[in-house]
């Protein structure tokens, strides 16, 4: 069975920092590449994050880039999302996700952990 384990989300001030921990059980880790999807109340999810099981890239939405810094640990099969600089607008459910390649579709998701950023 799929398992994602989800953690670190909560609430912060703006400007602060958290650290989301994904750890995943029930699929062959290293075959995916893994992601972190947020969704806010009344709005589309969004891809946040993601990094390369081949080669260790990592990508990340332009709103993001300079605050977050996305990375894995493969003896762990698990990922990691440090928050830094949060916003308001950052308030959001954050899922991590397993697909076949950055960008693409993601095939296995977990059950999200919440961040709430107060300003």
């Known amino acids: 069975e799929v398992q994602f384990v989800e953690s670190g989300g909560g609430l912060v001030q703006a400007g602060g920092s958290l650290r989301l921990s994904c750890a995943a059980s029930g699929f062959t880790f290293d075959d995916y590449d893994i992601g972190w999807i947020r969704q806010a109340p009344g709005k589309e999810r969004e891809g946040v994050s993601c990094?390369?099981?081949?080669?260790?890239?990592?990508y990340y939405a332009d709103s993001v880039k300079g605050r977050f810094t996305i990375s894995s640990d493969n003896a762990k099969n698990s990922v990691y999302l440090q928050m830094n600089s949060l916003k308001s607008e950052d308030t959001a459910v954050y899922y991590c996700?397993?697909?076949?390649?950055?960008?693409?579709?993601?095939?296995?998701w977990g059950r999200g952990t919440p961040v709430t950023v107060s300003s």
């Open positions: 996700a397993a697909g076949s390649r950055c960008g693409g579709v993601y095939d296995y």
């Open positions: 990094i390369s099981s081949s080669d260790g890239s990592t």
